[in-house]
């Protein structure tokens, strides 16, 4: 249910200082028709790539919950509170964005909780959501796999929403079960899944260190345990997490460190 008293509606102006005060904002939205991005380079973002995948989504969330990974300013979030869902919460690793959605739920009047988690500590949750939103996060993420390993083993019940910046092919084409040691062609092929590496920078973001193609994106959720059953939009995946994974999936944890005591 949306809160009372919206922010926006008892202090207008000062909404437009705090929305200046918290940018730069990615996530272009109006909040109490203040535009929080208006020169974004990808024009109205997020809500022009919503348009193109909605559809994919249960119109319908009442009791459900909802996790939104990397919620950034927290446009999905607050879609996901706009179809009614239970709980909704979202997290991420920048003090900025979680300032940047806690504001934009407040002007909204909703009820969303966000919290400062990395992907990697999942399991600090302690619990399961109905959906989780994973938006433009993988190719920041310098363990992508990792990631979705986690996501299935600690905190998917049902739907994975998957976005992903991507490069390379489009091209989704059925590879074989096994390749002879002395077969190499099919590595050169266009859709033959690939994660490209960026060492450096790109698009001046120094965190984007991946670009799966099309078919990089579908082998890895289906490696982590997901069965992909729409793919609306060239970077969506929709997927249901499945009870059991393929052989030798699973999260491999880093190393405990030594006790500080410990003998070396």
Known sequence: MPLDHPLEARRPGELEARIRELGPWFHNMTLGGVRTAPDHFLHDYPANKWSRFEHALPKNLSGKSVLDIGCN?????????????????????DDRYLAQARLAAEVEGQDIEFRKLSVYDLGALGERFDIVLFMGVLYHLRHPLLALDLIWEHAATDLLVYQSMQRGSQREDPVQADYDFFEQDMFDEPAWPKLHFIEH???GDPTNWWAPNAACSAAML???????VDHPETEIFVCRRLSERPLFAGAVYPAQPRDQGASR
């Open 73 to 93: 300013g927290g446009f999905y979030s607050l879609e996901m509170k706009r179809r009614g869902a239970g709980r909704v919460l979202g997290v991420d690793f």
């Open 201 to 203: 920078g790109y698009a």
């Open 222 to 228: 289906r490696s982590a345990g997901f069965e992909i």
